[in-house]
C-alpha cells in the first residue's frame, strides 16, 4: 500500500487531468462490457443491496416535492437510479463517462419500464446539455470515487449551470475517513490514481470543503444529513447534501 502511495506521488508530477479522466472512462467501459441484467453487480457494486437501502429514499430528495421535475443523474452507469426513481419525477435523464454504460442502461430501462429519458456522453468532467434545463441534479456513488478536486469542482459548476433557478443539486459521498484501499485529500489532484470506482477515493474529512466550494459556485441553502455507510462501501458514513441554485 505504502508502495503505491509513493509510485502515485511519482507520477502525479508528470501526468494530468486528460490522462486521469482516461484511466476512468477505460475502467468503467471495461466494467460496463461485463454488466447484463442477470449480472448486475458490475460498475455498481451490491447493484440490489442499493436497491433495498432505505436512505436513498428518505435523504436525496428530502424535504421537497420532486412529481412534476425533470431530474439529471450524473454518473448514472447503467441506468440503476433511473429506474428506481421512475414514479417520484415526470422525468429523470442521465449522463455517464463511459458509452457502455449508456449502452447497458438502454437495455436496463426497457427492461425496468422506463421510456421516457435522454442520455448524455460526457468527458468525465462537463454536462452536455443547455443552461437551465433541469429542476434537479443528482449523483450517488459517483464524487467520492473522483480523486482529482479540480475535476469535482467542474462538475459541480456544471451541476449549477444546467439548473433552473430554484433547482436542487442533491449528491452522497463518503465522508470520516476510509480504512482501507488508497484514498487523496478532499483537494488533492492525484491525475496518476492507478483505479477509481473505489481503488482510489476522496476522503472527505470536514464537511466545510463542500460548504465553500458550493457557497462559492452560487448555491444557497446547503442542507446535509450524515449516515451509516452503504452496502459494499468502505468509508466510515455517507453524506447526503443537498442546496439550491
Same mark, same amino acid.
Given at each position: 500500500?505504502?508502495?503505491?502511495?509513493?509510485?502515485?506521488?511519482?507520477?502525479?508530477?508528470?501526468?494530468?487531468?486528460?490522462? $486521469? #479522466?482516461?484511466?476512468? !472512462?477505460?475502467?468503467?467501459?471495461?466494467? =460496463? *462490457?461485463?454488466?447484463?441484467?442477470?449480472n448486475r453487480d458490475p460498475v455498481v457494486g451490491s447493484y440490489d443491496a442499493h436497491n433495498a437501502w432505505a436512505d436513498y429514499d428518505t435523504y436525496l430528495f428530502k424535504g421537497f416535492e420532486t412529481k412534476d421535475k425533470i431530474a439529471l443523474e450524473y454518473g448514472c452507469g447503467p441506468g440503476r437510479n433511473l429506474i428506481r426513481?421512475?414514479?417520484?419525477?415526470?422525468?429523470?435523464?442521465?449522463?455517464?463517462?463511459?458509452?457502455?454504460?449508456?449502452?447497458?442502461?438502454?437495455?436496463?430501462?426497457?427492461?425496468?419500464?422506463?421510456?421516457?429519458?435522454?442520455? $448524455? #456522453?460526457?468527458?468525465? !468532467?462537463?454536462?452536455?446539455?443547455?443552461? =437551465? *434545463?433541469?429542476?434537479?441534479?443528482?449523483?450517488?456513488?459517483?464524487?467520492?470515487?473522483?480523486a482529482c478536486y479540480d475535476i469535482r469542482f467542474s462538475i459541480l459548476k456544471e451541476s449549477y449551470r444546467v439548473l433552473k433557478p430554484g433547482g436542487y443539486l442533491c449528491f452522497q459521498m463518503g465522508f470520516g475517513g476510509r480504512s482501507i484501499r488508497v484514498n487523496s485529500g478532499y483537494y488533492d489532484n492525484s491525475y496518476a490514481a492507478m483505479g477509481t470506482n473505489s481503488a482510489h477515493d476522496v476522503v472527505v474529512l470536514d464537511e466545510k470543503c463542500l460548504v465553500s466550494d458550493l457557497v462559492g459556485i452560487g448555491f444557497k441553502d446547503y442542507k446535509s444529513d450524515i449516515r451509516p455507510v452503504g452496502p459494499g462501501d468502505s468509508h466510515k458514513n455517507w453524506i447526503w447534501v443537498q442546496v439550491q441554485k
Amino acid at each position: 500500500m505504502e508502495h503505491q502511495k509513493i509510485l502515485t506521488t511519482f507520477y502525479s508530477t508528470i501526468m494530468n487531468e486528460l490522462d $486521469y #479522466l482516461k484511466m476512468q !472512462k477505460d475502467q468503467y467501459e471495461h466494467e =460496463a *462490457s461485463r454488466w447484463s441484467l442477470d449480472n448486475r453487480d458490475p460498475v455498481v457494486g451490491s447493484y440490489d443491496a442499493h436497491n433495498a437501502w432505505a436512505d436513498y429514499d428518505t435523504y436525496l430528495f428530502k424535504g421537497f416535492e420532486t412529481k412534476d421535475k425533470i431530474a439529471l443523474e450524473y454518473g448514472c452507469g447503467p441506468g440503476r437510479n433511473l429506474i428506481r426513481f421512475k414514479n417520484r419525477f415526470a422525468r429523470i435523464d442521465g449522463v455517464d463517462i463511459a458509452k457502455t454504460n449508456l449502452d447497458k442502461a438502454i437495455i436496463n430501462l426497457a427492461a425496468g419500464g422506463v421510456t421516457d429519458y435522454k442520455l $448524455y #456522453l460526457c468527458g468525465g !468532467k462537463s454536462i452536455p446539455t443547455n443552461d =437551465a *434545463s433541469y429542476d434537479v441534479v443528482f449523483s450517488v456513488i459517483c464524487l467520492q470515487h473522483i480523486a482529482c478536486y479540480d475535476i469535482r469542482f467542474s462538475i459541480l459548476k456544471e451541476s449549477y449551470r444546467v439548473l433552473k433557478p430554484g433547482g436542487y443539486l442533491c449528491f452522497q459521498m463518503g465522508f470520516g475517513g476510509r480504512s482501507i484501499r488508497v484514498n487523496s485529500g478532499y483537494y488533492d489532484n492525484s491525475y496518476a490514481a492507478m483505479g477509481t470506482n473505489s481503488a482510489h477515493d476522496v476522503v472527505v474529512l470536514d464537511e466545510k470543503c463542500l460548504v465553500s466550494d458550493l457557497v462559492g459556485i452560487g448555491f444557497k441553502d446547503y442542507k446535509s444529513d450524515i449516515r451509516p455507510v452503504g452496502p459494499g462501501d468502505s468509508h466510515k458514513n455517507w453524506i447526503w447534501v443537498q442546496v439550491q441554485k
